[in-house]
């Protein structure tokens, strides 16, 4: 039986050419390919300029630095996300406060923000939490200056924008696993134009006038390369991480399971299609696992579990992390694969 992977990028003859022209070219770095991709990318994330770099951790970086973000500062977070983010800060040196979740929608809302609020916060990270719309216009109101996390939300809209059109900076991850992949991969966005001096000033770091701690992050002209043809795809991308989506709605509607929610003026981008259940997640995807269906918690660990913080604290995390399970959902995922996910899930439950 052929196992089903959690997922999977979508890869086709137009990538391979591309990535054969750079070759061709032999500009392997840098270059107008690089330039054409962040022009594309900017205007996926709802506008400005846009600053191409070598992964997520290293465009979150970069903007935290543009930011000013220090040793003497807090930057404002939730718990429930990748330890990529949680580093990010720790590069600048600044404090990490941890904020609790929403476990309805995944994401942070404004009353968990604001609980955790405290006098020094300079900024705030804000993840689209697998495809679906956070608050970010409702937490900038806050004062400090929000980082629109798209990872994981390329594609999908909020309040009726593009994700990325809210908040101060915007930054995206194109790893392997993500919604568009160039490899290894990332950006970040703004629509302040010192801002994105900054940035690109911090990414190269050679061929300098002046002296100060620059970071050797450029993105590859293969890269970019890849990059390019996957953002003229993620339309259909999208509309294809829908068309499952609606499948597993309808399939699932009947089951003692909580289904992903999509919120007003908003559309989900279902980079993870995740499921709150009545039971531990852990042991229905391990089931699953012997089925040949890869189903898993979408979040590895809790950042407040690392740090030491009392569990007591995140009530929404501890809940999402307990129960949330992410199930196959990538636009290659056949009707056929659809169903047996369907089933074995099911069966499961």
Request: charged letters at 20%; glycine letters at 10%; aromatic letters at 6%.
């Amino acid at each position: 039986m052929n196992r089903i992977p959690h997922s999977r990028p979508t890869l086709g003859r137009a990538e391979a050419n591309a990535v054969r022209r750079v070759l061709r070219s032999g500009m392997l770095v840098g270059g107008p390919e690089v330039c054409a991709f962040e022009r594309a990318a900017a205007r996926a994330l709802g506008g400005g300029a846009a600053v191409a770099v070598n992964s997520g951790s290293a465009a979150l970086h970069v903007a935290l630095a543009a930011l000013g973000i220090g040793a003497k500062d807090t930057v404002l977070l939730p718990s429930y996300v990748c330890a990529a983010v949680l580093n990010a800060v720790r590069y600048v040196g600044a404090r990490v406060a941890l904020c609790d979740i929403d476990p309805a929608t995944f994401n942070v809302s404004t009353e968990t923000v604001r609980r955790a609020w405290s006098g020094r916060v300079r900024a705030v990270i804000v993840p689209h939490m697998f495809g679906g719309a956070a608050p970010v216009r409702e937490i900038a109101s806050l004062g400090a200056p929000v980082i629109e996390d798209c990872a994981m939300a390329i594609g999908g809209r909020a309040a009726n924008r593009p994700t990325g059109a809210h908040g101060r900076i915007a930054i995206g991850s194109f790893y392997v696993t993500k919604m568009l992949t160039t490899g290894q991969g990332g950006v970040a966005v703004t629509r302040d134009r010192i801002l994105a001096r900054r940035m690109s000033d911090l990414v190269q770091y050679d061929n300098r006038e002046d002296y100060r701690v620059r970071y050797n992050y450029p993105l590859t002209a293969l890269g970019a390369a890849l990059g390019r043809v996957q953002l003229s795809r993620l339309g259909g991308f999208v509309r294809a991480r829908r068309r499952i989506a609606r499948a597993y709605d309808r399939a699932f509607a009947p089951l003692p399971l909580t289904r992903p929610v999509e919120q007003a003026g908003a559309r989900h981008a279902y980079y993870r299609y995740v499921v709150r259940l009545g039971e531990p997640a852990r042991r229905i995807g391990r089931r699953m696992m012997t089925r040949g269906v890869e189903a898993k918690p979408p979040v590895f660990r809790p950042l407040h579990r690392y740090l030491g913080l009392p569990s007591r604290s995140f009530p929404g995390t501890e809940e999402a992390d307990r129960f949330a399970l992410s199930i196959p959902c990538y636009p290659t995922l056949s009707n056929r694969a659809v169903s047996r996910v369907i089933r074995v899930l099911s069966e499961e439950l």
